[in-house]
RNA sequence: CGAGCGGACUGUGCAGUCGCGGCGUGCCUUUGAGCACGAUGAGGAAAGUCCGGGCAUCGUAGGGCAGGACGCCUGAUAACGUCAGGUAGGGGCGACUCUAAGGAAAGUGCAACAGAAAAUAACCGCCUCUUAUGAGGUAAGGGUGAAAAGGGGAGGUAAAAGCUCACCGACGGGACGGUAACGCCCCGUGCCGUGUAAACCCCGUCCGAUGCAAGUUUGGGUCGUGUUCAUGCGGGCUGCCCGUCCGAACACGGCUGUGAAUAACGCUUGAUCUUGCCGGUGACGGCAAGGGUAGAUAAAUGACUGCAUUCGACAGAACCCGGCUUAUAGGUCCGACUCGGUAA
RNA sequence: CGCGGGGUGGAGCAGCCAGGUAGCUCGUCGGGCUCAUAACCCGAAGGUCGCACGUUCGAAUCCUGCCCCCGCAA
């Protein structure tokens, strides 16, 4: 799920979905949706999360975390943006728990 | 044993599960942004973008000006502002190391404060002649300063002074050694003059511009290139000048739309890497054999577990190379390298 | 990928080209004026000149290398 296929690449269409799309927040995600005929993601790490090494794992990890809920979810365009920690402290499983929370909260999650 | 100097290397590995990029092969009553299998997949700096090239396009770079870079010598190289070896001058007891190291007798500028004076020297002095003083000689001594007109010694003198002498330094000439920078020796000149060129500048060498978002290809409509006629204006060609090229008809190219920093190509076999031999003090070069080595494009290397006692630093290719610079935990190795101590 | 500009007291800026004294405005502190505050007047404090190396007798200024910030073009 966390293949090229399902990235959302063109900058229209994220400039779509960032203008119209729907917000929900959490502690460590931001996360902008709009819906879709496929489920696409994009991820988007600024300069302020470090390096670009720091900044590749960041991405890695937001994918790694989204890929289960690809196919849980109403198909929609989906914008990942984290938050920066203070501490630089990131992992899947923050990522994971709080990507449940806001799925959950805006009631995107398919019987 | 301790302290150091110089150089080279490494930059977690293995196993399992899940996951990603492009590649190859195969599969299909889900021909797709599909699935399966296979091998493969970041660095020593990939970084900063500070230099030099390749490559590409524009062009024809022919001349001059402007502008920029470099600057001991010889070599290496595709080239360099890089590297190697040497010279000279600093630093270190030493191994060793550092240096933008041409020209101040082409010209211009600047040298605060202090000081008489910061460049056609003369304040206090010293000496001679005159006598409240003035004239002359002089640059040893004093004082100021970062810097004061070769150095300190002997002779010499009214007092002095390269005035004279030897030594050292400087400059000029010659011999020898060295490809050269330069070294060394001999002879001569008493030494007509400070520093600063990382101040302008002069001399020598070199430099066309733009950069892969360069550029090329594919397809519909309108304008351009080669050939033939015309030689004025304006425009293009490097910032400027000289110089040089353009407008209408036939075959081929630009602009615009689909069209978006699209798709494909450029895009990875290259001044390549490994090993061996040969030449060279060395940088490096030559020959042979072998390896096949990321090519993404909203942009691929990770997560978890186990083992290695502890696993850790700096950090992620974006056209490609050669350097430079900067960041960097831990670890390994080499040296007929140095100094100090101890023992034999 | 290619360029340009900047970094000086707490804030905003001069000084740099042309090297010797770091200055201006606001703010801060102390005093005065006022019943009191502001304004006004007098006085004072406060700066490794982003970092390092070099050139020079001497560097904020010149050279070289880094660090950070801002902007531009495709």
Known sequence: MAKRCFRLKKGKEIEKVFKSGKRAFSQTITLVYFPAKQTRYAVCVGKKHGK???RNRIKRYLREAFAPFGKKIRPCSVLLIPKVQEDGHYSV???????????????????
């Open 93 to 111: 499983s923050l990522f994971a728990r709080d990507l449940g929370k806001i799925f959950g909260k805006e009631k995107l999650i398919e019987s």
């Open 52 to 54: 670009s090494v720091e």
